[in-house]
């Protein structure tokens, strides 16, 4: 990198950009102003910061440091597998990258309210990991965290990633309105769908039933099931309400809402992009299908109406004494909870089906993005920042890296290779599903596949830890078509501030209303006196702001 | 209590409340002149005063300072006393929200109704058990009732929800007499009878103990001057226990009062859905979420400013009223 | 020149039940009765829970007996050698915590209880202000900082010293002792000191045992300041590791370690934790009571 000084390399950057502009239109993945390549090819001025950084490092190289660093990190500890200072996992690391951590525990019961506290009284760590979009946003004002897609030059394998698995459009939904990002997320070669429904096979089976593979299908299993259901039951009561995002029953109507192409429960968004703008889900006619669907479910007492309030516990209660038999659930969930639930009752078996399709069909929406690291501004003072960042795009980014972090180390922890499919845990080490007759733990005794590490990839590397089952239920998710994401729509900060305010008020409307109008304590009829309700609270302020927002990036960013 | 008594005193007497000497059968208190001569006098009292004094200058008026952002946009991660004056920008967003003055009516309503029942009902508890005649039934019941102070929020609300549910204790109680179960946590109506009645639960046990503690400095004598006189036990509690523990209760009135906005949020939280939003929401509850949550300190730091001198003002007033009232005060 | 206290219990009534009296027992036998029933009953539930196996605890089948006995929860937390060094941390904070807590609220709380004091009002208004006004967390957490105290017990114990509501009951009670005794004691030529230590704290043993009570749970429950300012785990007391076991047994991350103990664990987890943390204060209360029940001084001064 040559000593250009930053001000000329912004003079290029805009000279660039006006020429992209003229040349592509915007949302073209191979134009230069998007994805996660900076409009200049050569970033900002880095000459001062090079020390213990390798000089030629790109893909596939191992990186190791010139010299040893200690980097400050905040590290999230899970009490599944609580820190410790001694694991595997940070002694191989140091061996390989020449690399030491200074780190800040944090439980991970309150990591949120630590990291802010921690940025916000001016001592927090350089590295940032854990952390989920949007919460990086209310840093980006203060200028506290750096905006790292100046810098993705230097981090040729998440480059790489990104153009590789053609993640530009979901790289540039997290661009703000300077036009760059501030997180460096984690990345999935595909849509990882993990929530769906857990259903009674062995119901199924008695009733002579197929897997529903519609939500109509699964209208008339419900009805099937209800003529068996003991008095007092009900053939579906649901989990997942605690604490409602933002009404309860928050992955039903999750995936209740992607199927009829709105956005509802933990996927809820304030706009959807929808015909070249934005409109405000809440009042759609899509949502307004989806509440017709569950009313529709309620009122026949297909589903327990405490579905939207009640405890995950109380949910698996009435789950585990066949008082319902289907309930939604995720990976996880399907292994421990569910089929736990119903060991004691005799012959019963439960499967997580794929996600029932919709009015739109086979295909499915959701961001390849995760959580990932933050870094913090105070880095771009410190002589290591190079080597920072080439170890955090090792460690997190590159192939052996994700590999070191999630399964440790060959011949140790494991054997094979997860793209040929022989990859294997070693006989004792056990993890999940996996080698349940293991003695060590991967995660308590060697550190590997930590939350705050491992995570994202390519598929191959995401299906090396699934047992065969959810294997088979990825492989039907990704036959369906991939719906692109909403454009960037970045607000200024004093905009976010207003929206902010106006948002609490209509999200608790929506919410409200969604109950009430799927319970039917409010008849559909008077959708549009709900529609009126939420202009009232400044639903069409928020909208406008939106596209305006969206207009205004389209025409500086392309 | 009884009267003063008359004290004589040798001339060389250092005593601050005394007739000076020579003057017959007059106690009066004798203002001092300077304040360098009350710092004299009384300068091992004000000794006592310094650590504490310390404390409260460090520890609680330097970072008030911080309340400045209420005034001054602030952005997390940037200097913590913001970045630039806003004036009264916030006040004026929080002032013109309906959703403000909805949650702070409904904060109104729940503190007030949770002081009318959490804070008489410890009396008389405390009371009822002072009237047992074993000790050791006395101490075993009050040792048990103070038990779901020690209970996590969590666990105590995981405790209400399943109570109140459709298959839960109340409403087999309710289907016993006949009625179709209510599913109360998804009504609003019901939120408060149950938040209320949560507290009560949770903290008459705990609040027994300051009474019973204050009821071990009643004079006996004044008992037995009471049964001579022919008093029965009620009266007796009347005109001897109730005002000999009425200095304990109304400093806990008084600060109940002036408190009774704060409202934790973490109990809400756990307990309320959209359902029950319309009167489950309260001031706190909705700071968590529009200005916690987003990053929004400095609209967060304008609505704890004014909860804060709505606080001051009610327990300026509770003190007033209740020295012209009853003639006990915090000062 | 004191008195001994009087052995009965206060409030003696006559020796004669009558037909009122008699009515007014029954009542009140009653009444306490739901007391301890609606308060013990939960109690008693979830130490049932902690003792009992996973399986029968979700179906909802556990109610006052454990169902499927087994130690497997407590096991795991008692071995856990984070666990016994957090614990020893909790304790250290609560004792230092409360023996500083207890001197300056008492001599705050004397200082501000004497009515002719000049700027006792002033005293007073300083700490009631305090009350309701404080800086936030963001600028405590700048303070404590600044200070050097992270990640040190001071950063437990002294930002929370004094609780004003502590103050304020233990300023009325001094207001309520009989300003005789002092004076006859000033007479007698002891100073400001030896009067709050010889004639006034052993008085106000009641209050004082409250008082104690009040801090020594507050700290040991506390949990905020030790997440907030410590970064380091074998700092943390134990209200924050259990706080953390809870969130990662129940939180159904992606990432979490799952095995048949971990389920037992998270079925469990929470009552355990209450067990855990209440019993040693079950334990340590009896002591504290018969403060409240005997030994005050009253009545005749030497005339």
Partial sequence: MSNVSRRKVLAGAGAASAVALGLAACGDSSSEGSGGVPNSTQGPDVSKNKDGAMDKYGVGDQFKATKPLKFSIMILSNAAYPYNANWLFFTELTKRTNVTFDATVVPGSDYNQKRSVMISGGNAPLIIPKTYRPDDEQYIASGAILPVSDYASLMPNFSDKIKKWKLEPDIDSMRQDDGKYYLLPGLHESVWKDYSLAVRTDILQKLNLTVPKTWDDLLNVLRAMKTIIPAGGYPMSDRFSVPPQPAGANNLLSILGEAYGTHAGYQWQATTFKNGKFVYTGAMDEYKQMLQYLNTMISEKLLDPESFTQTDDKARQKFSTGMSYVMSCNAQTIQNDNKQDIAKIPGATVVKIPVPIGPIGAAMTGSRLENGVMISAKAKDSPNLVAMLQFVDWLWYSDTGQMFAKWGIEGTTYTGNINDGSFKLMPEIKFAGLNPTGTKNIQVEYGFYNGVFAYGGSTKLLNSQFAPEEVAFQEEMNKRKVLPVDPPHPLSADEREQVTLWDAGLKDTVAQNTVKFALGQRPLSEWDAYVSELKAKNMDQEVDLTNKSYDRYKKAHG | ?331 | MVTVDLRRRVGATTRRPNQGSRAFNAVNAVILTGVVVATLYPFINILARSFSEEHAIRSGQVNLIPKGFNLTTYRTVLTDGTFWTNYGRTVEYTVIGTIISLVLTTCYAYVTSKKQLRGRGLLIGIAVFTLFFNGGIIPNYVLVSHLHMRDTLWAIVLPNAISVFNLLVMKAFFETLPTELEEAAEVDGMGTYGILLRIVLPLSKAIIATMVLFYAVAYWNSWFSAFLYMDRQDMFPVTVYLRNLIYGATSGTNEDASTDTALQIAANIKAVTVVLTVLPILVVYPFIQRYFVTGILLGAVKE
């Fill in chain 2, 1 to 331: 209590m009884s009267a003063p008594k008359v004290i004589e005193l040798p001339p060389e007497s250092r005593g601050t409340s005394l007739a000076p000497p020579g003057a017959p059968d007059r106690v009066i208190p004798r203002r001092q002149k300077t304040l360098r001569q009350s710092i004299r006098k009384d300068w091992q009292l004000y000794s006592l005063a310094v650590l504490p004094l310390v404390f409260f200058v460090v520890f609680r008026y330097l970072p008030m300072a911080g309340n400045i952002i209420a005034f001054r946009r602030y952005h997390p991660g940037g200097s913590i006393f913001g970045d630039q004056w806003v004036g009264l920008r916030y006040v004026r967003l929080f002032l013109s929200d309906s959703t403000f003055w909805h949650v702070f009516t409904n904060t109104l309503i729940l503190g007030g109704a949770t002081l009318l029942f959490t804070f008489p009902l410890p009396i008389v508890l405390a009371l009822l058990l002072n009237e047992v005649r074993t000790r050791f039934l006395r101490r075993f019941v009050q040792s048990i009732s103070y038990l779901p102070h020690f209970l996590s929020i969590v666990v105590v609300a995981g405790i209400i929800v399943e109570s109140v549910s459709v298959d839960g204790v109340v409403n087999q109680a309710v289907k016993a007499i006949g009625h179709s179960p209510i599913p109360f946590i998804q009504q609003p109506e019901w939120f408060r009878p149950i938040y209320v009645s949560s507290e009560v639960w949770q903290t008459i046990g705990w609040g027994t103990i300051l009474y019973l503690a204050a009821l071990t400095t009643i004079d006996g004598n004044l008992y037995e001057a009471a049964r001579i006189d022919g008093a029965s036990r009620w009266r007796q509690t009347w005109h001897v226990t109730l005002p000999g523990i009425r200095p304990t209760m109304m400093t806990l009135l008084i600060l109940n009062i002036g408190t009774f906005l704060a409202i934790g949020f973490e109990k809400v939280l756990l307990l309320y859905n959209p359902l029950t939003y319309p009167t489950a929401d309260v001031l706190s509850t909705y700071v968590y979420r529009v200005g916690i949550l987003t990053g929004s300190f400095s609209y967060a730091a304008a609505i704890g400013l004014f909860e804060s001198i709505i606080g001051l003002v009610l327990v300026i007033s509770a003190n007033f009223v209740s020295r012209r009232a009853v003639g006990t005060s915090l000062w």
